[in-house]
């Protein structure tokens, strides 16, 4: 069985490229491949005569090479017929023929059976040309729905604040103002925010967020961390294609997960110049296996709301009603999971009021993420309303996000002026204006660590053109920003989350 997996690698190394060169493919190379190691597994079984079962019985690999010369050669005119989406199938008469003409002039293959080329090719081309058109047909709903991702997820909505003669702040694309976060290791055995919270912060949003970020301060003062690297090298550097990544209120969560998202929509071998332009500026473009990979993002909150659904069904649901993709979806997303060709995004699951029905949900998100164990995915939560219970850290590595340094401050300055005004000369003043007044003012620079309380500091330094120097006249704006924000629109990311703001 090994040498016949070998033999199939070898008859199909570089096919791929070869098949897609000089033509408009939307498959890439392994795709095909992997289409043409199934066909000619099918077409070998032994029930079928196996053309070429005589020579693997005897270890022979040689017809390895022989059909990768083929497929390159005679066999390539035929084999691109599928890529084109208008050729139709390869012609098993003429593959044959060339099939036969290719053996008799090898010292090795003179014998072949000729009376069992035929249905050999047969079941190959028919195997073949089903792999690469349903494929091709998955593609086209592939680019609907990686369309309508971007359309959901890249739009962040900026609503402004209340300031006399000014409209209502434009919205953003995610991608030219999003700065990449660092993230650690939990390597303390996951000293969790204890479960006793004080009854006079229990029902009080402000102190309860307070309580948990001096939890927070003490343990990470108390207990050992292990190595911090940036969020882009999520997978590349952790340990496991699995990861649990835990963050306060306002630390970005949301957002990390909706720019994988939007990143995961750059997918086809041949993109156009605009989407290569568009790749090329992604702040912080990731190292997770996700270019490549169809991106399921799933709000753990809107899940638990639906109990009776399969997360697949709930996939499907979310892409239908909520993407609004009109393609018929059925076998699309078992397709890309089933090759582990999906990333799949899980957000929020302290979401979860109830902590019964987080269980609940604990166990019907680790069933599945079991029965498609090669897709990687990311499950996100705040520290508090986390168990260290919920997923085993062998398994899923637990990540705490980092709050912005220095340098992440600036870089965030940086990108969300220079998509705000297009004269260069106010773009570095304000900058410049805003950066000196975080120097100036050491307590609200530690707010804006927090990239959710930062992009609110900018807002306002968007239109006042200053900060409010103390601390509480900070809060007055912002809680006036927000609230005009839940006013005037629907919120998306990164201003998701109101309970941020400290007492």
């Known amino acids: 069985m090994v040498l016949f997996e070998t033999i199939l690698t070898v008859a199909t190394e570089k096919v791929g490229e070869k098949l897609i060169t000089g033509i408009h493919a939307k498959l890439n190379p392994s795709d095909i491949e992997t289409f043409l190691k199934q066909a000619i597994k099918a077409a070998n079984e032994p029930k079928l005569g196996g053309l070429f079962y005589s020579f693997q019985e005897d270890g022979w690999s040689g017809y390895g090479p022989f059909l990768n010369q083929f497929f390159k050669g005679r066999a390539l005119g035929e084999l691109q017929k599928p890529l084109t989406g208008n050729q139709g199938s390869p012609d098993v008469t003429f593959l044959t023929e060339a099939l036969w003409q290719e053996a008799t002039g090898h010292s090795r293959l003179q014998n072949l059976d000729r009376d069992k080329i035929q249905p050999w090719m047969q079941v190959f081309v028919e195997t073949y040309f089903q792999a690469t058109n349903r494929s091709l047909q998955f593609?086209?709903?592939?680019?609907?729905?990686?369309?309508?991702?971007?359309?959901?997820?890249?739009?962040?909505?900026?609503?402004?604040?209340?300031?006399?003669?000014?409209?209502i702040d434009r919205a953003e694309r995610l991608a030219d103002i999003f700065v990449?976060?660092?993230?650690?290791?939990?390597?303390?055995?996951?000293?969790?925010?204890?479960?006793?919270?004080?009854?006079?912060?229990?029902?009080?949003?402000?102190?309860?967020?307070?309580?948990?970020?001096?939890?927070?301060?003490?343990?990470?003062?108390?207990?050992?961390?292990?190595?911090?690297?940036?969020?882009?090298?999520?997978?590349?550097?952790?340990?496991?294609?699995?990861?649990?990544?835990?963050?306060?209120?306002?630390?970005?969560?949301?957002?990390?997960?909706?720019?994988?998202?939007?990143?995961?929509?750059?997918?086809?071998?041949?993109?156009?110049?605009?989407?290569?332009?568009?790749?090329?500026?992604?702040?912080?473009?990731?190292?997770?296996?996700?270019?490549?990979?169809?991106?399921?993002?799933?709000?753990?909150?809107?899940?638990?709301?639906?109990?009776?659904?399969?997360?697949?069904?709930?996939?499907?649901?979310?892409?239908?009603?909520?993407?609004?993709?009109?393609?018929?979806?059925?076998?699309?997303?078992?397709?890309?999971?089933?090759?582990?060709?999906?990333?799949?995004?899980?957000?929020?699951?302290?979401?979860?009021?109830?902590?019964?029905?987080?269980?609940?949900?604990?166990?019907?998100?680790?069933?599945?993420?079991?029965?498609?164990?090669?897709?990687?995915?990311?499950?996100?939560?705040?520290?508090?309303?986390?168990?260290?219970?919920?997923?085993?850290?062998d398994e899923y590595p637990h990540y705490e996000l980092q709050l912005f340094d220095d340098e992440k401050i600036n870089t965030f300055i940086e990108h969300w002026y220079n998509s705000r005004f297009e004269l260069e000369g106010e773009r570095e003043r304000r900058k410049t204006s805003l950066r000196k007044a975080l120097q100036d003012q050491p307590r609200i620079k530690q707010l804006a660590r927090n990239p959710l309380l930062l992009t609110i500091i900018a807002l306002i330094h968007r239109y006042q053109a200053k900060l409010p120097k103390e601390r509480y006249k900070l809060y007055d704006k912002a809680v006036e920003t927000l609230l005009t924000t839940l006013r005037c629109t629907q919120i998306s990311t990164p201003i998701a989350n109101s309970s941020i703001l400290p007492p």
């Open 139 to 167: 593609q086209i709903i592939k680019d609907d729905y990686c369309d309508q991702i971007r359309r959901v997820f890249d739009d962040v909505k900026f609503a402004g604040i209340a300031v006399e003669g000014q409209d």
């Open 180 to 393: 990449m976060p660092d993230v650690q290791e939990d390597d303390s055995g996951l000293q969790r925010i204890p479960d006793d919270v004080p009854p006079e912060v229990i029902d009080n949003p402000q102190q309860r967020l307070l309580w948990e970020q001096r939890q927070q301060i003490l343990q990470a003062k108390t207990h050992s961390r292990g190595r911090k690297f940036s969020a882009a090298d999520l997978f590349t550097k952790g340990k496991t294609n699995r990861a649990v990544l835990l963050g306060a209120p306002g630390s970005g969560k949301t957002t990390l997960m909706n720019y994988f998202a939007v990143v995961g929509t750059f997918h086809n071998a041949e993109t156009s110049a605009q989407e290569t332009a568009e790749l090329n500026g992604l702040q912080g473009r990731p190292n997770l296996p996700i270019v490549a990979s169809l991106p399921i993002i799933i709000r753990i909150r809107d899940l638990a709301r639906h109990p009776d659904l399969s997360i697949l069904e709930f996939v499907q649901e979310f892409a239908e009603k909520d993407l609004v993709v009109t393609r018929d979806l059925t076998g699309f997303f078992e397709y890309y999971l089933e090759n582990g060709n999906a990333l799949i995004l899980l957000d929020g699951l302290d979401e979860v009021a109830d902590m019964a029905q987080r269980y609940k949900v604990v166990e019907k998100i680790e069933a599945f993420l079991n029965q498609f164990e090669h897709c990687p995915a990311i499950i996100t939560s705040r520290p508090a309303g986390y168990k260290r219970d919920f997923f085993r850290t």
